[in-house]
Structure formats: C-alpha cells, structure tokens
T-cell receptor, first 112, second 115 residues
Framework: GNSVTQMEGPVTLSEEAFLTINCTYTATGYPSLFWYVQYPGEGLQLLLKATKADDKGSNKGFEATYRKETTSFHLEKGSVQVSDSAVYFCALRDGNTDKLIFGTGTRLQVFP | KAGVTQTPRYLIKTRGQQVTLSCSPISGHRSVSWYQQTPGQGLQFLFEYFSETQRNKGNFPGRFSGRQFSNSRSEMNVSTLELGDSALYLC??????????????FGSGTQLSVL
C-alpha cells in the first residue's frame, strides 16, 4: 500500500543553519504531496504542497520539490530560525482513495 | 473567522468506558476528517465526513465511529476503550474535502488518556 517515510528526529540545528528533512514515498499513480507543521500545543498547519512531478512547493522560506524519479519530497530551508522549532509531517494524498497518509513526523529543534 | 474547535482539550478515561469527542469546523466548511496521533505511529486517518455522510474510512476497528450534523459539526465516539487508544485525536475541516487537494485546517486536538 501507499506509505510515507521520513527521517527520524530530532534534528537539532543552530540558528541560520541549512535544513533538510528527508521524505520518500511509495505510491501507485501520481499522488499529491504535502508538508504540514505542528507547533507545540497546536494542530497541524499546511506548510506547502506539490501536485505533480517537478512541481516545487514553497512557503515561509521552506521549499520542497516533487521528484518522481527518486520518489522524494525533501523539505529544505536555507537559514532556520528558533521559531521554526516544531514537528514536520510529510504526507501524500492517495489518488485512488483520497485518504491522506502521513509520515511519523520529524521534530526540529533550533537553538540560538 | 474562528478556527476549528475541538472539545474537550483533555480526557481521562478507564478501560472499557466509551468517549465522545467533538469538532466544530470553520464556518462554511462541509468536510471534517479525523486523525489519531501517537508517538510511534504518527498520524493515522480515521474517517472523513461530508454533508452528514461518511465519505472515507481508515483501517480502524468498529469501536471507532463518527457522525456529522447538519451544521457540519462532527463527533467521534470510541467504545470499549483500550489502553492503546491513548492518543491525540485531531480533526480537520475544509470546504469540500480531501479529494480537492485543498488546505486542511486542523484543530488543537483532544488528548485522550486511557488508564
């Protein structure tokens, strides 16, 4: 079945460091891909999305490119801030069932 | 515009009891979906309701059920609680639902602890 695999956390970085959180997926067809972020004590918020191969989603300095050849959707940011500390979830929408399938989440901790 | 509201924020129950969680979507949103979040499994899809009808269902036992009212508010019920049901339960709302790839708006969740 369809699935999403994320790198395990926590990822610990200093402020202004470069961030990569890896995400790979297994799916039939052409799923839509998403990154959601969950700040402490809050629900999830959509960070960015891409709906077809080679699309790049971007928001708040974060970017991710839909790579069909490597079945990946890695999240990147050039310079992280303390306020980026949160849990990041990669997800796909199953094109057959419309269900959202999430990865297990990666906790990012940014220190000043 | 008010966000997605989930009540209660915290619940403590014992094994064998049942529990009902509530979710009020953003005004105008007709789709409500529910998710279970645990440290080991991440987020898992429970079900989606649209216009009072269940449109999609995840792989959970029949002890997990839900419904949606005419005002789009949704409730989720878990009967015969087990220790493994301890989790953060999140609901999300959107205008027309998961099939449209539209943005989901999540509530802050209900933290259920089963003792």
């Amino acid at each position: 079945g369809n699935s999403v695999t994320q790198m395990e956390g926590p990822v610990t970085l200093s402020e202004e460091a470069f961030l990569t959180i890896n995400c790979t997926y297994t799916a039939t067809g052409y799923p839509s891909l998403f990154w959601y972020v969950q700040y402490p004590g809050e629900g999830l918020q959509l960070l960015l999305k891409a709906t077809k191969a080679d699309d790049k989603g971007s928001n708040k300095g974060f970017e991710a490119t839909y790579r069909k050849e490597t079945t990946s959707f890695h999240l990147e940011k050039g310079s992280v801030q303390v306020s980026d500390s949160a849990v990041y979830f990669c997800a796909l929408r199953d094109g057959n069932t419309d269900k959202l399938i999430f990865g297990t989440g990666t906790r990012l901790q940014v220190f000043p | 515009k008010a966000g997605v509201t989930q009540t209660p924020r915290y619940l403590i129950k014992t094994r064998g009891q049942q529990v009902t969680l509530s979710c009020s979507p953003i005004s105008g949103h007709r789709s409500v979906s529910w998710y279970q979040q645990t440290p080991g499994q991440g987020l898992q899809f429970l079900f989606e309701y649209f216009s009072e009808t269940q449109r999609n269902k995840g792989n959970f036992p029949g002890r997990f059920s839900g419904r949606q009212f005419s005002n789009s508010r949704s409730e989720m019920n878990v009967s015969t609680l087990e220790l493994g049901d301890s989790a953060l339960y999140l609901c999300a709302s959107s205008l027309v639902g998961l099939a449209a790839n539209e943005k989901l708006f999540f509530g802050s969740g209900t933290q259920l602890s089963v003792l």
